[in-house]
């Protein structure tokens, strides 16, 4: 399902020890804000990162300055909390599936 059919509920966003939020040399409070302010938001949208981990979520939103999309994928752990493990500017290949998922869940 996309997002913004659900309201999101957080009970608090971690991150990663090995995410690439600052690999990319992005502010943790931009993907936060991101997350809470997605434009799009896709469940399961990846194949699992890990053995025991479910597929991840995708959200597509603004950093803080509303300027950049960016693109942050994460894992609901039990509690509720969003743990990201991805964090980076929007790819257009992103953009393209995100619209094939669009269209190919639409038509179930």
Known sequence: MLGWDYSLCVAKITFAASGSAEKHDIARVDAEEAVRDH???????????????GRPDLF???ARAGARQLEVMGNW????DLELF???PLRD????????????????
């Open 86 to 88: 991805h964090v980076m």
């Open 77 to 80: 752990l039990i509690g509720g």
């Open 39 to 53: 434009r799009f938001w896709i469940r399961e949208f990846d194949e699992p990162r890990a053995p025991g981990q």
């Open 93 to 108: 290949t992103i953009r393209e599936r995100v619209r094939k998922i669009h269209a190919e869940r639409n038509k179930q």
């Open 60 to 62: 597509i939103g603004p």
